[in-house]
């Protein structure tokens, strides 16, 4: 009699049979695998901005999430900010820190493999002379950008590493800040 091995119904948190039909979906219709996320943004004063998800287009159709999100920005006192709220850098390393780490935990779950732990170190350097126009040849956005995982996990040191390149391998994020991505930029009067 052979024996097969069954995945649990949820590992690292994903529910396996889902992420499975998911998978099987979009092989069959590939279109059901395009997304458009959006946002709305609105400027309050000085560095600070409120920015409110709602709806995004998913699997063939108009969906919303179950509540409204808000996402707020603010600087800190020292870049003449009040402190309210995170940046917007720091936002961004949150986004690809966020998007790495789960992107992992779907292929880890998909592959076998559960996780423990997970945790991550996001360090990005930025040279306000850029920002300011201070010197045209000191970049605006982020020099360099540093990531470091600390992961638990039963696997040889050698499939440790090969978990962590999941993150660059897959994540959405990871491969627009190093592949760059189109952006259009338009203004209408109010």
């Known amino acids: 009699m052979a024996t097969t091995n069954t995945l649990p119904k949820r590992l690292n948190g994903v529910p396996i049979d889902g992420l499975m039909a998911t998978v099987d979906a979009i092989k069959q219709a590939p279109s059901l695998g395009k997304f458009r996320f959006r946002i709305r943004n ?5 560095p600070r901005s409120e920015t409110t998800v709602g709806d995004f287009y998913g699997a063939g159709m108009e969906r919303s999430h179950e509540r409204s999100l808000v996402l707020n920005v603010d600087e800190p006192a020292i870049l003449l900010g009040d402190d309210t709220a995170v940046n917007p850098g720091e936002y961004l390393l ?4 966020a998007c790495m780490t789960s992107t992992i935990a779907y292929h880890a779950a998909a592959r076998g493999i559960e996780i423990e732990e997970l945790e991550s170190t996001v360090e ?16 605006k956005g982020f020099q360099g950008i540093r990531v470091q995982f600390k992961i638990k ?7 440790l590493q090969e978990i962590c390149n999941l993150g ?9 800040l ?8 338009t203004s209408e009067r109010m």
């Open 178 to 185: 190093t592949r760059g991505v189109p952006i259009s930029v």
């Open 94 to 97: 949150h986004t690809l820190a």
């Open 168 to 176: 660059t391998q897959f994540s959405a994020v990871f491969d627009t």
């Open 42 to 46: 609105q400027w309050i004063d000085g």
């Open 124 to 139: 990005g350097d930025v040279d306000l002379q850029g920002f300011l126009g201070l010197d045209e040849s000191v970049r």
């Open 153 to 159: 996990a039963a696997v040889p040191d050698e499939q």
